[in-house]
């Protein structure tokens, strides 16, 4: 019976290989269940990716309107038919599942590589190989509005991204554009840069090109390039330090984890953000609150704190320290997010509004000891909101640059917050 079994797909495969329809009917004729073996799979050869790959388009059609899961699947490989049509560029095909279900175009295969973002590819290689510069900025816009420019990494059956292509035909304007994108390091099979290939080809017509892409690689502050092995040799940069602590790092993560470190990262954010708020107001409305009135016998001021000089040190000292802790929660958080930027000026912002109200506010003491005091304070306030700022974005951008001289897609090892 299991040879049997066995014997009825190795049929069913053939007549995927040849397109024949009507040996596709005989077989459901004498076996009905034939095609629901395939949605008890998760991972498969079905005869819809056979007949993908082989460009049978009418019967490829034909089993799909007979059984139109088998569209869905991804084979042991981790491509969906739409993949393998389109790598085989069988266009008729590709156009006929798309007049079917558009929707096939988001299926994610692997390396969570959509048909979708495949074309894109296509279509940016194709532009440049032929000179076709405003098809190419075209593509290019929709790369970087749909934050995929990732896409511009990619690489041909001969290991060329659009840099080398841009490298070997001259174009100098598109290399213009992508420069401060792409990998710049990035090599193909026969172990070459872009620059190796402008270096190797001694024709006059290249001087300007090779000017440009030296220029670019001195404006890069990343080191030489290495392999993946290499980058993963080395020591934790801080930002992977901090991803691994709150469980953001991408290189083994399931579904459920990613679920649960976000829910993680979301508690703690909320919670740091609860602190910022109540100390933030503590320092605008302290306890007695402030003069109405100025007093030069008593040596205070209208809007100055009604406490004396050391509790409101004291009561100050403590309240910073909760909002400065809680505030390095926040930015750790958020570095690398959309907008984090943004988010980190109205940070400093934030900080240096408080730091004003302290220095209008606090109150006086005459002698040496109260000026010292006074001294300290407002140095350590910007030195210490300048250190928060500046050593996590500093780290943040070190460890960008780290990963971009890394000669691998940058999608396989990336932090949540740069996905």
Not at 292 to 312: I, K, V, Y
Request: proline letters at 4%; aromatic letters at 10%.
């Amino acid at each position: 019976m299991a040879f049997q079994i066995v014997d009825i797909y190795e049929r069913l495969d053939m007549e995927a290989q040849d397109g024949d329809i009507e040996g596709l009917y005989e077989l459901i004729a004498e076996y009905p269940n034939i095609l629901e073996h395939f949605d008890n799979v998760s991972f498969c050869e079905t005869p819809l990716h056979i007949a993908a790959e082989k460009g049978q388009t009418h019967f490829a059609m034909e089993l799909m309107n007979l059984k139109p899961s088998l569209a869905l699947k991804l084979n042991v490989s981790g491509f969906s038919p739409m993949h393998l049509a389109l790598q085989n560029n069988h266009i008729r095909m590709v156009r006929g599942f798309l007049a079917m279900d558009s929707s096939l175009v988001s299926i994610k295969g692997r390396g969570r590589i959509t048909p979708l973002h495949y074309v894109a590819q296509l279509a940016v290689h194709v532009a440049v190989k032929s000179q076709q510069f405003m098809a190419f900025k075209v593509l290019l816009g929709w790369v970087r509005r749909v934050n995929r420019e990732e896409i511009l990494d990619w690489k041909d059956e001969d290991g060329n991204t659009v840099f080398h292509i841009a490298a070997s035909m001259n174009q100098t304007e598109v290399m213009k554009l992508l420069r401060n994108t792409v990998n710049v390091k990035a090599k193909n099979l026969d172990g070459k840069t872009a620059m190796d290939i402008l270096e190797t080809d001694k024709s006059p017509i290249f001087p300007k090109a090779t000017t440009l892409l030296r220029s670019a690689k001195e404006r890069l502050l990343f080191g030489p390039s290495m392999t993946l092995a290499g980058y993963l040799s080395r020591e934790p940069s801080t930002i992977e330090g901090k991803n691994k602590l709150l469980g953001l790092n991408n290189l083994s993560k399931t579904k459920q984890g990613s679920r649960e470190s976000t829910d993680f990262r979301n508690a703690i954010l909320v919670v740091a953000v609860l602190i910022v708020t109540a100390t933030y107001q503590a320092g605008l409305s302290p306890p007695g609150g402030y003069w109405e009135d100025d007093s030069p016998n008593d040596g205070h001021t209208a809007g100055q704190m009604t406490m004396s000089f050391n509790l409101a040190l004291f009561f100050y000292i403590l309240n910073g320290v909760a909002f400065f802790s809680s505030l390095y929660v926040i930015m750790v958080l958020i570095i690398g997010l959309p907008m984090w930027m943004v988010l980190y000026g109205s940070t400093a912002a934030l900080g240096m509004a408080n730091y004003a109200s302290y220095r209008y506010t606090f109150p006086h003491l005459d002698g040496s000891f109260g000026n010292i005091a006074l001294a300290l304070v407002w140095f350590a306030y910007p030195v210490i909101t300048g250190t928060l700022l500046l050593r996590y974005f500093m780290a943040f951008i070190s460890n960008k640059r780290r990963r971009q001289g890394v000669d691998f897609p940058a999608r396989y090892f990336s932090s949540v917050q740069e996905l």
